[in-house]
């Protein structure tokens, strides 16, 4: 009899482990005729998005999607996605006179999902530092978005920004006959390995080089919204 599973999965740091190369896309249009500050960000097959979608494997931007922008002048812009799906519209979001200081025309961007105040950027650097909660909310079939941190770099606002994760999922399987029986998972490495905390991120040709910071943990809890999975 074939037994049924009920998946969740765990954005985690693991070592070694690295993305999946971007598929190829059709770069849609650029939408609106303004001049407020837009980039289209490319899908992939890499989970670095907030939605994955029902192979496991290919993931989807959702509306609303926050990403963090340097150009190199020190300051952080927030830009929004203004669509769903594998690729996205992400347009400024004016906070008044800071519209008119962004540079659409620096040497270098880098970028990083999901956009917080505590986010830093160092463009000179290539450096991104975020962070990974240790205590992420159970998702039936898909994780946290917050959690699933990507960066891209790039030197055209006009040309795709491709997202590549900075942190692994890791897919977690219960027995359908465990469902509503589970009040939390926890995930842990079996040497005792930092799966979680402050980030930083190097962004290579090769790709983004994690490594955690000041604040460690060495256990991943999930946690269910509903109170049971």
Known sequence: ?????????AAVLLSGVSCVKEENQPTPP????????SFMALGSQVESKVSLM????????AVGDLVAVADGSGDIYKFASEGDGTSAIFRYQSQGEEE????????????TYPWTSEVTIDV??????SSLSAVQNAVKGNFEGVNAVAVAAGNDMETPFAFKC???????EIPENLAGKIAELAVRGN???????????????????TTLGTIKHSEVRLIPETGIL
């Open 1 to 9: 009899m074939k037994t049924i599973k009920i998946l969740f999965y």
């Open 30 to 37: 650029m939408t609106g005729t303004d001049d407020v500050p």
């Open 54 to 61: 029902e192979n496991g494997t290919s993931v989807n931007w």
């Open 100 to 111: 008119c200081m962004f540079n659409k025309s620096a040497e270098k961007y880098l970028m």
């Open 124 to 129: 000179a650097k290539n450096t991104v530092t």
């Open 166 to 172: 900075a942190v692994s999922m890791l897919k977690v």
């Open 191 to 209: 040497e005792g390995e930092d799966l979680a905390g402050d980030l930083v991120i190097s962004c290579t040709d090769e790709g983004p080089v």
